[in-house]
């Protein structure tokens, strides 16, 4: 929504921003696991200011989906389709990804990689279903709904931690989750009651 008001001139409506709200607050629940006075002893470090560079080159790319600059569209767009852009990019990120685990090997030989089928097949995995499977998803729904309302359902993601969590580790879920996932998802419904309007 920042990213919108201030590059593109959009200004979120006042239902948007009260879904942005309501949805944040079960993101900081399970952030301080139940106790809001928990946020106050959260510490910062170097890596949550690349996560935040990483938010804000993320919603740029979003909101340029959405809104392509001039030199993107019209008679001038690439020949290139979606297809080929992102498995072009699946190609060239495994390949240095492939050649960092090599280089890795090089310097400490003590520690070499240990290739197998499964790690073959995670790797087989996260090139196509994160890399062009979800970002061909992620650009439909930018296209459907609009980035400020699709990156509402990025709150999920800590929902989505503590399900897996349970499924793979044997944590238990906390009340504080059902309540969590109670304020993001009414968070989901009131922003897209906003963009329901506007589509009318």
């Given at each position: ?5 201030l ?15 309501l ?5 900081a ?7 809001p006075a928990?946020?106050?002893?959260i ?13 804000i080159g993320?919603?740029i ?6 809104r392509p600059p001039a ?8 020949a290139w389709?979606w297809a ?12 240095w990804?492939v050649g ?11 520690a070499?990689t240990?290739w197998?089928?499964q ?9 196509i279903?994160?890399s062009?499977i979800?970002?061909?998803l992620?650009g ?10 699709a990156?509402?359902?990025y ?17 238990s879920?906390?009340?504080?989750h059902g ?8 968070g989901?419904?009131?922003?897209s ?8």
């Amino acid at each position: 929504m920042v990213v919108g008001a201030l590059g593109y001139k959009v200004i979120p409506t006042r239902l948007q921003l009260i879904g942005a709200v309501l949805s944040l607050a079960g993101v900081a629940l399970v952030m301080s696991r139940g106790n809001p006075a928990a946020l106050a002893d959260i510490q910062f470090v170097q890596g949550d200011l690349l996560m935040l560079l990483a938010i804000i080159g993320w919603s740029i790319y979003s909101w340029m989906l959405a809104r392509p600059p001039a030199h993107m569209t019209g008679a001038a767009r690439p020949a290139w389709n979606w297809a080929q852009f992102l498995v072009a990019q699946c190609v060239f990120g495994v390949v240095w990804a492939v050649g960092a685990a090599g280089a890795g090997d090089l310097i400490a030989p003590s520690a070499p990689t240990q290739w197998s089928w499964q790690l073959v097949a995670a790797i087989v995995f996260i090139a196509i279903g994160p890399s062009i499977i979800a970002y061909r998803l992620w650009g439909l729904a930018v296209a459907e709904a609009g980035p400020a309302m699709a990156s509402i359902f990025y709150n999920l993601t800590p929902l989505f931690a503590a399900v897996l969590s349970a499924a793979v580790i044997g944590e238990s879920p906390q009340p504080f989750h059902g309540v969590a996932f109670a304020l993001i998802v009414a968070g989901i419904m009131v922003s897209s009651r906003s963009t329901a309007k506007k589509i009318k």
